[in-house]
Every structure is written in structure tokens, then in C-alpha cells.
């Protein structure tokens, strides 16, 4: 079974700064890879996904990630962190056999002072 | 674009209240899944339903039952409330592996 650890609870970022979570997985085969943003009050939204090919995803509001299979690591970036952006960040893997189930980490808190 | 809904976004329940939690999406998506969202430990799913009347067990069904009689609907049960089902669910629907959640409901069970 796969599991998907965010190391980061919480990360505290100036308005303006660059922006980095990491996120961890364990799975024997190349899985899918998602990050989700959550702000307060709301349901997940799909920021970005990998499912093959290039390992640099670009996704929506600025956001990117890298997929980088020898250090099983996904992690997403902004090179310029906006207000909006302080949220709940979940990274999901997929199973490439399963196509129902995702694994969500712990989520990492965004917290962007002025 | 995909919207899934659930019915309500707070709600407040007695101890041993039978709690129904609905969810419609109008992609005419195969799949739903019941999550509950708690701090520090992320979404774990409770239930999901791949075809109307199929349903398969997530990482913590006790204390819950589910129901798809419309593609479009997928509802949550529990059957008796107790306290420590206070949480926030979520609901989703899949697509080619990309889920698309609700707005959640935020459950209190006092």
C-alpha cells in the first residue's frame, strides 16, 4: 500500500517570497501525484497532477511541481506567494493498478504574513 | 465544469441520532468516495461506489453505511452518532483518476 507523508505542518511565508512543500510517497511502482489546495470553509481543489512524461507539471494559479522518481518526492512551488494563497495544501498518489483509491498526506498549512 | 454538492454545510447532532449525509455531482461519474477530513491526519476515505448499488469499504467504514441507488447520488449513514464522528466530509466523484470534491459538511455530534 502507498502512503504519502508531508513533512510540514505548517510554513509561514511573506507576501511576495517563494513557496515550497514537500511531499513524500512510498509505492513500488510510478504512481499518480496530486496536489490539492483547501482554503477555509471549502471543499479541495485540484492545483496540479502528474500522471507521466515530464516531470515538471505546471498547474493552476501559478503553481508548479517537480516529480522526482530517485527521491520519491513531488514537490509543489510558487516562485511568488500571494495573499489567496494561505490554505490547506494536501499532496494524493494514486495507484496505477487501482484506479479508485487515493492516499492523502497530513496536509501542510500556508499561513502568508503581509 | 464538474460540481459536486452536499446537502448541507454544517449540521448538529444528537448522540444516537441516525445522520444522513447526501452528495449529488452532475458529471454522471462512475465513481464516489466519502472521506472524512481531520486535523493532523488528512482525508481518509470511508466508503466509495463504483456503479450504482456497488459499494466497497475505505480505511474506516465502522460506524457508517452508504447508499447509491442514482449514479448521480451517493449517500452516508450513520446509523447511530457518536461524538467521535465529529468531523468535516467530503465528498467526490472520479473522472480518469482526478477526483472532484463538495464543499464538505462540517458534522458536530454532541
Known amino acids: 500500500a502507498q502512503s504519502v507523508t508531508q513533512p510540514d505542518i505548517h510554513i509561514t511565508v511573506s507576501e511576495g517570497a517563494s513557496l515550497e512543500l514537500r511531499c513524500n510517497y512510498s509505492?513500488?511502482?510510478?504512481?499518480?501525484l496530486f496536489w490539492y489546495v483547501q482554503s477555509p470553509g471549502q471543499g479541495l481543489q485540484l492545483l496540479l497532477k502528474?500522471?507521466?512524461?515530464?516531470?515538471l507539471v505546471q498547474g493552476i494559479k501559478g503553481f508548479e511541481a517537480e516529480f522526482k522518481r530517485s527521491q520519491s518526492s513531488f514537490n509543489l512551488r510558487k516562485p511568488s506567494v500571494h495573499w489567496s494563497d494561505a490554505a490547506e495544501y494536501f499532496c494524493?498518489?494514486?495507484?496505477?493498478?487501482?484506479?479508485?483509491?487515493?492516499?492523502f498526506g497530513a496536509g501542510t498549512t500556508v499561513t502568508v504574513r503581509a | 465544469d464538474v460540481k459536486v454538492t452536499q446537502s448541507s454545510r454544517y449540521l448538529v447532532k444528537r448522540t444516537g441520532e441516525k445522520v444522513f449525509l447526501e452528495c449529488v455531482q452532475d458529471m454522471d461519474h462512475e465513481n464516489m468516495f466519502w472521506y472524512r477530513q481531520d486535523p493532523g491526519l488528512g482525508l481518509r476515505l470511508i466508503y466509495f461506489s463504483y456503479d450504482v448499488k456497488m459499494k466497497e469499504k475505505g480505511d474506516i467504514p465502522e460506524g457508517y453505511s452508504v447508499s447509491r441507488e442514482k449514479k448521480e447520488r451517493f449517500s452516508l449513514i450513520l446509523e447511530s452518532a457518536s461524538t467521535n464522528q465529529t468531523s468535516m466530509y467530503l465528498c467526490a466523484s472520479q473522472l480518469l483518476n482526478e477526483q472532484f470534491f463538495g464543499p464538505g459538511t462540517r458534522l458536530t455530534v454532541l
Open positions: 509505492y513500488g511502482a510510478t504512481p499518480y
Open positions: 494524493a498518489v494514486g495507484e496505477v493498478d487501482n484506479d479508485y483509491k487515493l492516499s
Open positions: 502528474y500522471f507521466s512524461g515530464d516531470t
